[in-house]
């Protein structure tokens, strides 16, 4: 996934946290699950936590229900 953005109208209505959950539902399945973003919070509500500050943008990281 590159990026997750929702259609201004259709906002604030869960799609792309859905869509996100779903995703993390399947991301200990593959060695990945990090990514780069503005949006902390978005992300931290879903699961993934923040392992470097690279200034305007974080480098969040997926965590497992296990913490690892």
């Not at 990026?3 to 991301?27: C, D, K, N, W």
């Not at 902390?40 to 974080?58: M, Q, S």
């Amino acid at each position: 996934v590159d990026a997750v953005a929702t259609t201004p109208a259709f906002q604030g209505r869960g799609y792309g946290s859905e869509v996100m959950r779903r995703l993390a539902a399947h991301i200990d399945d593959y060695e990945i699950g990090c990514l780069e973003t503005d949006r902390v919070g978005f992300y931290e509500r879903l699961g993934f936590v923040v392992i470097e500050d690279l200034g305007a943008y974080k480098h969040m990281e997926w965590q497992t229900e296990a913490g690892n």
